[in-house]
């Protein structure tokens, strides 16, 4: 009797965080017999020092530009169409900036498998007046798909240099979420399951609106005790919109795991989005000039997530409750000056609850 076939792993995007996910799918499904040894990486294709850098990562099996001094496993095989990407992938790795997922999305429809399923390690949502979007429900929507979620305090160097670390993937399937964690999992890079998908993900994008914050504080000089006010302040609003968007369907639980209370340390210490703000307080440069000249590539995400919280805020007339995120707002959206981010920031929020 013939065997059933295996279970097939593709990534789509390259980046720093693609990248260092690659490392770790390609080294585990080496010992998965489930899956097949091929992982396929989408690359979105551009030239480093004359050479295509799909030819750099199949022949160096490295990533030159996005994380250099880091081998990728040689399984792992760069392609440069998107569609080839996913060509027989059950497990379907999304690792973009999230302005950039319906396109990409748009591109692979109806060339996934029927079977397929896919994990968004996306920190990024859609917020406006109508409410959330996430990544999960744009792919979900576009691929008719199941999809899950990761997130954590997991800087990318950091986890390809194999220092310790934990992250979270919410899912809602508990047989699903073994597979997953199967895929993601090492000694080095912990892994617990939870089964608030919106949750993880929530927490994802916020924080990048908090490291702004902390890095307008690291920007003016003002020190530890500053910055973690600034933290605290901005984890209890991160509580309190998800209180205002979803309801109970966040659970309060989940700002406890690794894509919640850790990423916010983490980011706010460590993260792009700490570091540009820092740089925009000390130069006087626009965010997108400090993002082309600082980031190599990559995008910023906390900027573009700012707007976006705002735009559901002040549509809902809610403003007044978020003083923390609407001040960061108006400190990268209307010019207003670093040090006014303190203002209204005596909020009570000891009558937040979630489910």
Same mark, same amino acid.
């Given at each position: 009797?013939?065997?059933?076939?295996?279970?097939?792993?593709?990534?789509?995007?390259?980046?720093?965080?693609?990248?260092? /996910?690659?490392? &770790?799918?390609?080294?585990?499904? +080496?010992?998965?017999?489930?899956?097949?040894?091929?992982?396929? &990486?989408?690359?979105?294709?551009?030239?480093?020092?004359?050479?295509?850098?799909?030819?750099?990562?199949?022949?160096?099996?490295?990533? *030159?530009?996005?994380?250099?001094?880091?081998?990728?496993?040689?399984?792992? *095989?760069?392609?440069?169409?998107? *569609?080839?990407?996913?060509?027989?992938?059950?497990?379907?790795?999304?690792?973009?900036?999230?302005?950039?997922?319906?396109?990409? @999305?748009?591109?692979?429809?109806?060339?996934? =498998?029927?079977?397929?399923?896919? &994990?968004?390690?996306?920190?990024?949502?859609? %917020?406006?007046?109508?409410?959330?979007?996430? =990544?999960?429900?744009?792919?979900?929507?576009?691929? $008719?798909?199941?999809?899950?979620?990761?997130?954590? /305090? #997991? %800087? /990318?160097?950091?986890? $390809?240099?194999?220092?310790?670390?934990?992250?979270?993937?919410?899912?809602?399937?508990?047989?699903?979420? %073994?597979?997953?964690?199967?895929?993601?999992?090492?000694?080095?890079? +912990?892994? #617990?399951?939870?089964?608030?998908?919106?949750?993880?993900?929530?927490?994802?994008?916020?924080?990048?609106?908090?490291?702004?914050? /902390?890095?307008?504080?690291?920007?003016?000089?003002?020190?530890?005790?500053?910055?973690? $006010? &600034?933290?605290?302040?901005?984890?209890?609003?991160?509580?309190?919109? $998800?209180?205002?968007?979803?309801?109970?369907?966040?659970?309060?639980?989940?700002?406890?795991?690794?894509?919640?209370?850790?990423? *916010?340390?983490?980011?706010?210490?460590?993260?792009?989005?700490?570091? @540009?703000?820092?740089?925009?307080?000390?130069?006087?440069?626009? =965010?997108? +000039?400090?993002?082309?000249? @600082? @980031?190599?590539?990559?995008?910023? +995400?906390?900027?573009?997530?700012?707007?976006?919280?705002?735009?559901?805020?002040?549509?809902?007339? %809610?403003?007044?409750?978020?003083?923390?995120?609407?001040?960061?707002?108006?400190?990268?959206?209307?010019?207003?000056?670093?040090?006014?981010?303190?203002?209204?920031?005596?909020?009570?929020?000891?009558?937040?609850?979630?489910?």
């Amino acid at each position: 009797m013939a065997s059933a076939p295996k279970n097939k792993v593709c990534i789509l995007g390259s980046g720093n965080w693609g990248s260092t /996910a690659a490392r &770790i799918i390609g080294s585990n499904v +080496q010992r998965l017999p489930d899956f097949d040894n091929d992982v396929r &990486i989408w690359v979105y294709e551009e030239m480093v020092d004359g050479k295509k850098l799909t030819d750099i990562i199949n022949t160096q099996h490295e990533n *030159v530009k996005y994380l250099p001094g880091h081998k990728l496993p040689a399984n792992v *095989v760069a392609v440069a169409d998107a *569609v080839d990407a996913v060509k027989g992938a059950t497990h379907i790795v999304v690792v973009i900036p999230h302005q950039f997922i319906q396109h990409l @999305l748009d591109t692979i429809h109806g060339h996934t =498998m029927p079977n397929a399923r896919a &994990i968004s390690l996306i920190k990024g949502i859609g %917020i406006s007046n109508q409410g959330m979007t996430t =990544m999960t429900q744009i792919i979900h929507r576009t691929l $008719a798909i199941p999809v899950s979620s990761l997130s954590g /305090a #997991n %800087i /990318a160097n950091e986890i $390809a240099e194999e220092k310790y670390c934990e992250t979270t993937i919410g899912c809602s399937e508990p047989d699903e979420a %073994i597979v997953w964690r199967s895929l993601f999992n090492t000694p080095y890079f +912990q892994v #617990n399951c939870v089964s608030d998908v919106i949750g993880v993900e929530f927490c994802g994008a916020l924080k990048n609106v908090v490291a702004v914050g /902390a890095g307008f504080i690291d920007g003016m000089g003002l020190g530890n005790n500053t910055k973690a $006010a &600034i933290i605290r302040i901005g984890f209890l609003e991160m509580r309190r919109l $998800a209180m205002h968007i979803s309801g109970a369907r966040i659970q309060d639980s989940t700002f406890m795991e690794s894509c919640g209370i850790a990423d *916010v340390i983490t980011t706010c210490y460590g993260g792009r989005n700490r570091r @540009l703000a820092e740089e925009f307080v000390r130069t006087g440069k626009p =965010m997108s +000039q400090l993002e082309n000249e @600082l @980031l190599n590539g990559q995008k910023l +995400q906390g900027y573009l997530t700012a707007g976006e919280v705002h735009s559901y805020i002040d549509g809902c007339g %809610i403003t007044d409750h978020f003083p923390l995120f609407t001040n960061i707002y108006r400190i990268c959206y209307q010019n207003k000056p670093p040090s006014s981010i303190f203002e209204g920031l005596n909020v009570d929020f000891s009558q937040d609850r979630l489910g």
